[in-house]
Nanobody, 125 residues
Framework: QSRLVESGGGEVHPGGSLKLSCAAS????????VAWFRQAPGKEREGVAC????????TYADSVKGRFTILADIAMNTVILEMNSLKPEDTAVYYC??????????????????WGKGSQVTVSS
């Protein structure tokens, strides 16, 4: 049973916006580092945005800085990825992932123990 479920993907035109949600069940996101990754066809998975546990701050890939925002709604046990000014190169399957509680603040994929199944984002004219 998936602990993390992504939603909100879809198809938009270049310049458009989407909001992805990562909802946790059976676990709490409080105390965990949570990150969004993406994988495009034929490419390796890459980190997109990360929010470190316990107020450790946010980090973004250079390719999305200024366009994407990661937000944690602990009360709703959800992490949001707001994506603006989308480009065709943002097309990918987007995954959310989380570390164990009060563990690593690392945003690397090797630190994540829970993964969602992914949500497709397509940016096309």
């Amino acid at each position: 049973q998936s602990r993390l479920v992504e939603s909100g993907g879809g198809e938009v035109h270049p310049g458009g916006s989407l909001k992805l949600s990562c909802a946790a069940s059976l676990i709490t996101l409080d105390g965990r580092t949570v990150a969004w990754f993406r994988q495009a066809p034929g490419k390796e998975r890459e980190g997109v945005a990360c929010i470190s546990r316990s107020g450790g701050g946010t980090t973004y890939a250079d390719s999305v800085k200024g366009r994407f925002t990661i937000l944690a709604d602990i009360a709703m046990n959800t992490v949001i990825l707001e994506m603006n000014s989308l480009k065709p190169e943002d097309t990918a399957v987007y995954y959310c992932a989380a570390t164990r509680p009060y563990g690593s603040r690392s945003c690397e994929d090797g630190a994540m123990i829970y993964w969602g199944k992914g949500s497709q984002v397509t940016v096309s004219s």
